[in-house]
């Protein structure tokens, strides 16, 4: 019935409103003479703290205003401390410390197990840190907390979620460089702190390549122990009988380990100079400009937060309002004074704007720091900038939760408990003329790193312009080196004696050396999350390197042509040159054509391997690799294993071997990719020596 009520009250309102619109302008006051009443103090609740027997220290809030619990271990570890030539262990040991289960549970029935309940329990180490955390409702407590004391004390790190992951890293890797925005931001810390440093080396392939399950088992035993360990526990609960209920849960944990090193140095010097990240796929131009910053404790760092406001933190900022809203040439730009509780952050310019814009759009962030240097900033500048840092401290402490965690880092990083409090106080006593000093004293102009990622050919000045060094960044992902089973007089040998019987099964070594081109029809299902995709497929080859591919997917067709060193792709975007990547993935298809392949013995440039087991390593000078598993009752090959496009291992299993113009080939395979099936190929016909020419493959769509 309320509905009935609300509705002609709502009309009433309205036909008001058009009455008042018809009589004239309405007088209302201005958003700058409305008053508010001030915030009121901030109340900061006081946890409950104490020391398991085993040395885990642990705090305690209680809030009873929802039947939820909530809670989690900060442990001192991170990706500082990764070995040098395994880069990605620390990652890896966080994910899989819950992906990898425990020995009684796999992780993928810990995770049917949890949703069912609406609960959750993560992992995760990042840079200085590593993290369990939980939550659940306040009924499933006593379940939740013994999943999370498993999986804390006693994770199984099972070898199936150990390539999953490191297949995800893979990928990752492979997909670095798609974002010019994301490249601009990479680099530039890393040219900050250091390529070869803790805080600035990046993960590649190699390092992927050595990690061993052993190695999280290693990593996660040196740093998981009781004294490392700080735990927080938040929400509706007795905080006497929570301490009694962790003693009998985590008590009797009594692993040790010496005590954790402190976390390396930054020893970064100044890197001045302009540094280009090219690349031309791209038709704005994305920067980043600074240099390093310093630590939340250090005195200077309220005044130069401040300063980072009024230079480039809002609507009002002198960067936005000058380089976006009067010259329009930047699409978004912003500034900020970054700091980190035991380690320098950065002070970064960052943005994007149009690539014909890009020098001016430089020079014009220079001249702004000049000046910013060289006055004071007006009383309205400063009040505006206070006044949004210091409104915004209130969310520190929106939810008592917060301020756990917070009160948990002051103590992770050895800071005062009223730290925050002590920050706001000074937050209020910046002056106009600490701005000035700070701007003066950490605003170095010849200092400065400029990194910006784009098209260069479509800027409408060069960079050299700047009359600054220019240094260009070397985007290459490194290939993982590949290496190949040792091989003498004997294994090469019975390699080729193998071959030479897959060879005889297949119809013949003189049959398949007569193959000049080779042609399929069939269809694919490729696997996606919840469903199999169809796909129609066309494959094209003409000997010695001509690969043509034709698909038909649900939603629009593409075709990718390659003789070897150039090509093209066809795609609903249009047609487009082919990218080394895509042109590595289609050497690769071609090395693996069957007909080439298995005649690899009368190719100089090839080498071929016994290796074992009824399997030969097929390797060729320029890098490609696959290992062969014969059926050796029967000659065929079964199984071919090779690294995939996003480097993580492939495998094509082959069945339903046919007759066609005398030899024999699979009419069926399955792909695996990273452990999970990718795709299925069913082959329609295949078309032998059918007169394929060069004009014919490589004509376009």
Not at 231 to 257: C, H, I, P, R
Not at 414 to 419: M, N
Request: hydrophobic content about 35%; some cysteine; aromatic content about 10%.
């Amino acid at each position: 019935m309320k509905s009935l009520i609300v509705l002609p009250l709502l009309f009433s309102s309205l036909a008001m409103a058009q009455t008042e619109v018809h009589r004239g302008p309405v007088n209302l006051p201005s958003y700058k003479e409305l008053k508010y009443a001030p915030l009121p103090p901030l109340q900061v609740p006081k946890p409950v703290e104490f020391t398991l027997s085993n040395g885990i220290k642990v705090f305690l809030l209680e809030d009873h205003e929802l039947p939820l619990v909530s809670g989690g271990v900060l442990i001192r570890t991170g990706n500082l401390f990764d070995p040098a030539d395994k880069h990605g262990v620390a990652q890896l040991t966080g994910e899989i410390l819950r992906s990898g289960g425990t020995k009684a549970k796999t992780g993928d029935q810990i995770d049917e197990e949890l949703e069912n309940m609406a609960a959750s329990v993560e992992s995760q180490i990042g840079e200085g840190s590593g993290s369990v955390s939980f939550n659940c409702l306040k009924e499933n407590t006593d379940h939740v907390l013994q999943v999370f004391k498993d999986l804390l004390t006693a994770p199984e790190f099972r070898e199936d979620k150990v390539d999953l992951s490191k297949t995800q890293l893979r990928s990752e890797i492979s997909r670095r460089n798609d974002d010019a925005g994301g490249i601009a931001e990479r680099e530039f810390a890393n040219i900050l702190y250091g390529r070869n440093t803790p805080y600035g080396w990046q993960i590649e392939y190699a390092d992927v390549d050595a990690i061993h399950r052993q190695d999280l088992v290693d990593f996660y035993h040196r740093y998981y122990f009781p004294a490392n360990i700080i735990l927080e526990v938040y929400g509706d609960f007795s905080a006497n009988d929570m301490k009694a209920k962790l003693e009998q849960l985590l008590g009797d944990w009594k692993y040790t380990q010496p005590p954790v090193p402190a976390f390396p140095k930054v020893e970064a010097k100044p890197a001045p100079g302009v540094f280009l990240a090219a690349k031309t796929d791209v038709t704005q131009t994305f920067f980043n400009i600074g240099e390093l910053g310093g630590e939340y404790r250090d005195k200077d760092y309220p005044a130069l937060e401040v300063a980072a406001q009024i230079l480039g933190g809002g609507f009002s900022s002198r960067l936005l309002r000058r380089i976006r809203t009067e010259l329009g040439w930047a699409y978004n730009i912003g500034s900020s004074w970054d700091a980190n509780y035991d380690h320098p952050g950065v002070f970064r310019i960052s943005g994007s704007t149009q690539s014909v814009h890009t020098v001016d759009t430089l020079k014009t962030i220079r001249e702004e720091l000049e000046k910013f240097r060289s006055t004071e900033v007006t009383d309205e500048e400063l009040k505006t900038a206070k006044d949004t840092v210091l409104n915004g401290f209130v969310f520190h402490f929106d939810r008592p939760s917060k301020t756990l965690n917070r009160l948990v880092l002051y103590e992770y990083f050895g800071y005062p408990r009223d730290f925050l409090f002590q920050y706001q106080k000074a937050i209020e006593a910046v002056t106009k003329a600490d701005i000035l000093r700070v701007a003066q004293k950490y605003f170095k102009l010849s200092d400065l790193t400029y990194v910006a990622a784009g098209n260069p050919k479509d800027f409408g000045t060069p960079l050299t312009a700047l009359g600054m060094p220019i240094h260009n960044i070397d985007l290459t992902i490194p290939e993982p080196k590949q290496e190949a089973a040792k091989a003498d007089p004997a294994s090469l040998q019975k390699g080729k004696e193998l071959l030479q019987r897959v060879q005889q099964a297949l119809g013949g070594a003189d049959k398949l050396a007569a193959v000049k081109d080779l042609i399929y029809h069939g269809e694919a299902g490729i696997e996606t999350p919840g469903a199999t995709m169809k796909v129609k497929q066309t494959n094209s080859y003409l000997a010695p390197s001509s690969l043509r591919q034709d698909i038909e997917l649900p939603f629009a067709k593409q075709s990718v042509y390659s003789d070897g060193t150039t090509g093209w792709l066809s795609t609903p975007q249009g047609m487009m040159g082919m990218t080394p990547a895509v042109q590595k993935q289609v050497h690769g298809e071609v090395f693996r054509q069957i007909p080439p392949l298995v005649m690899s013995d009368r190719d100089p440039d090839r080498t071929v391997n016994y290796v074992g087991e009824g399997t030969i390593e097929i390797t060729s000078k320029d890098g490609e690799s696959v290992r062969m598993e014969v059926d050796e009752k029967t000659g065929f090959p079964s199984k071919i294993i090779y690294q995939g496009s996003q480097q993580a291992p492939a495998e094509q299993s082959y069945s339903d071997w046919r007759e066609v113009n005398g030899i024999r080939l699979p009419f069926q395979w399955i792909i695996m990719q990273g452990g999970k099936k990718f795709a299925s190929v069913t082959v329609a016909d295949y078309k032998v020596n059918s007169g394929l020419t060069k004009e014919e493959i490589s004509k376009k769509p």
